[in-house]
């Protein structure tokens, strides 16, 4: 529900494929030590990589709520096996944790039960929104794609609602019936001997010109770029936002939680936090274009953004 | 099987109601669809002539209002929707959950297509999208082989229909942001992809390359054929490998597989390219028309005359068979 204070953090689901001791491990440190409030978790890439992480989902779980964080359990991006439908269907019918929906089939599925709504639905606007929420959802985290003009429009419009932003993590930009992970190392999906695990942070993607533009994780391309919202987000915060997303990469995410909270509540400014961040993930390029209403992989600056008279 | 037919103009519709087509699709003038390029589709009166045009023929109008409505301007899409209904368009082709609620709570009685952009691929997606809108027909995303399509169909009570020729996505469609990381523009907001406002060839020595954005999509070395910078076909730089990391720059055709997707319970074959001109219209949907009634081996001759036609002279089958992924 929204909150007239400070937005809560939220840890978004690990896109990538870690084996199942990195994975638990990850997940352990979260629950003892990272500064965020909702965690969301499972496979929501691949169904094909299921197996690595669920035998440790329930001592994940378990150590994450006694730790007194609220836990969400993800359905997969693309359900077009029966298998897959099954496992979604599974999910849903047995789950003791509200769900977030990933695609169509857990939305059709939820219906009349709380529920969140993932970053990989197209939720565009408040008409939408509210079709979504009169089903069912109370949480909706918005694709990385919108700007803030939209945003901020559906906070006005829904005051009452929970809306999410994805704030840090590479973007997951599209999804694949094919796997360009596995075709770059001469495999197919249906035989793709889990080579995707090779890269924990995404394969990178160059133009032949050597630019860093996008990295791939099985069957998803994400942005070369981590997003990072950071110094973006008190107009949104302002205007009513609940959540704020970071989606795990590689790198040390009790950190990156750290340093959003301290900016929530004011003890640090954005930039200072930026220059932190760049130390906690370093080597990667950061956007925030799309907020601006610019190309994805844009940066811009508050001191710029200013200048140039935008929000 | 009913042969959907493309119009980015009034004389492309015009070529297509001859050449036989069952239905025509279409979109307006504006950001309301995705095909939303410079000097195409139909303004409220093109449209209007159109449909009776094709109602004459006793062709059916599908009018696609399939993008992402933008928050705080719904009204545009919402009154597209409002004169497609009143025009008598036979169905809308729709993408957002919003809009979809608004013309089946509004119009009850219009019938209501969902566009591949909405992306529903397995039958609780699609019975989600029956129960809630009342949808009539599913487009389906290029991410189903032929076999999930025939055991889709036995599990839903709504029609199928799939793309079998033209340009080919990638990625799944309604789902693909690559456009807009590197442009600003994406399907999903602006009905655009790769947009040729964002454009560029430049010579760079024997080399030309062509840039989306401030990216390099491909290079093309002296005497090779270059090609659009469309992003997903694009030539890039995995490890030390340069290729085709998606795709390579091929177009759909599952003429071959017409008797499979016939049995597999499909109500429509659908073309892509509104982009395309008058000529290729004509000539793709009167092909068509032909190879569905003919017999295989009939079919032979046709298709050796539409696989010309094609984008680059070479053709996948893509998602439909299972060795694509």
Redesign the interface.
């Known amino acids: 529900m929204a909150t007239t204070g400070k937005p809560a953090l939220s840890l978004g689901p690990v896109y990538f494929l870690w084996d199942g001791p990195k994975w638990r491990d990850f997940y352990f440190r979260i629950a003892d030590e990272a500064a965020v409030e909702h965690v969301t978790l499972g496979e929501t890439v691949c169904s094909k990589r299921q197996h690595f992480s669920e035998p440790h989902v329930a001592e994940v779980v378990e150590r994450l709520e006694a730790a007194g964080k609220r836990v969400t359990l993800s359905t997969l991006?693309?359900?077009?096996?029966?298998r897959?439908?099954r496992h979604?269907?599974d999910l849903i019918a047995d789950s003791l944790h509200p769900v977030e929906a990933n695609?169509?089939?857990?939305?059709?599925?939820l219906?009349g039960r709380p529920h969140s709504i993932g970053p990989?639905v197209?939720?565009?606007?408040?008409?939408?929104?509210?079709?979504?929420a009169a089903?069912g959802a109370e949480n909706i985290c918005l694709?990385?794609?919108?700007p803030a003009?939209?945003?901020r429009?559906?906070l006005e419009?829904m005051p009452d609602f929970s809306f999410e932003v994805f704030a840090f993590g590479r973007?997951p930009?599209?999804?694949?019936?094919?796997?360009?992970h596995a075709?770059?190392k001469g495999l197919?999906?249906?035989n793709c001997q889990f080579v995707c695990g090779e890269e924990p942070d995404g394969?990178?993607?160059?133009?032949?010109?050597?630019?860093s533009?996008?990295v791939?994780n099985g069957v998803q391309?994400m942005?070369n770029s981590c997003v990072v919202l950071v110094d973006d987000l008190a107009p949104l915060v302002e205007a009513g936002l609940s959540r704020v997303r970071l989606s795990p990469q590689d790198c040390d995410m009790v950190k990156v939680a750290s340093l959003y909270r301290r900016v929530l509540d004011g003890r640090i400014d954005g930039e200072e936090a930026i220059a932190d961040l760049a130390k906690v993930y370093p080597g990667v390029r950061f956007s925030n274009?799309?907020l601006h209403?610019?190309?994805?992989?844009?940066w811009v600056s508050r001191g710029r953004n200013a200048a140039m008279g935008r929000d | 099987m009913e042969l959907i037919c493309p119009a980015g103009t009034p004389a492309a519709f015009r070529e297509a109601v001859e050449a036989g087509a069952d239905a025509v699709y279409c979109g307006f003038r504006d950001e309301t669809n995705a095909r939303n390029f410079p000097g195409l589709n139909f303004s409220r009166e093109e449209l209007r002539q159109s449909i009776a045009l094709a109602r004459r023929k006793k062709v059916q109008t599908f009018v696609a209002l399939n993008t992402f409505m933008r928050a705080g301007d719904e009204a545009l899409w919402y009154s597209a929707a409002d004169d497609a209904v009143a025009m008598g368009a036979d169905a809308l082709i729709l993408a957002d959950f919003g809009l979809m609620a608004y013309v089946a709570e509004k119009y009850p009685q219009q019938r209501l297509h969902v566009s591949v952009q909405a992306s529903a691929s397995n039958p609780e997606a699609i019975r989600f999208l029956v129960e809630a809108f009342g949808a009539k027909r599913v487009v389906l995303p290029r991410v189903l082989t032929v076999q999930d399509i025939a055991r889709l169909t036995r599990q839903i009570d709504c029609e199928v229909e799939v793309f079998a020729f033209g340009g080919l996505c990638v990625m799944a469609e309604g789902r693909c942001s690559l456009s807009s990381y590197a442009t600003g523009k994406s399907p999903n907001m602006n009905g655009v992809c790769s947009p040729a406002s964002h454009v560029r060839y430049r010579q760079d020595g024997a080399d030309l390359v062509s840039e989306l954005g401030a990216y390099t999509i491909n290079r093309f070395g002296p005497g090779e054929a270059s090609g659009y910078p469309t992003l997903c076909k694009g030539r890039f730089e995995i490890g030390d490998v340069e290729g085709y990391a998606f795709e390579d720059p091929v177009s759909l055709d599952v003429i071959d597989e017409i008797d499979a997707l016939r049995a597999a319970g499909v109500s429509a074959l659908k073309i892509e390219g509104r982009q395309r001109g008058k000529a290729y219209v004509a000539e793709v949907v009167s092909s068509l028309k032909k190879a569905l009634g003919a017999s295989p081996g009939e079919r032979a001759a046709l298709v050796a005359r539409l696989r010309a036609m094609s984008e680059g002279q070479r053709t996948t089958t893509g998602a439909y068979d299972k060795r694509w992924r």
């Open positions: 991006a693309m359900v077009t096996l029966p897959e439908s979604v269907r695609d169509l089939s857990a939305l059709g599925l219906k990989l197209n939720v565009y606007n408040a008409a939408t929104a509210r079709t979504l089903r694709p990385p794609e919108l003009g939209s945003i429009q559906m419009a973007m930009l599209a999804i694949s019936a094919r796997c360009a075709r770059s197919t999906k249906d394969l990178p993607l160059r133009t032949l010109d050597r630019q533009f996008l791939l391309t942005s274009g799309f209403r610019q190309e994805g992989a844009a």
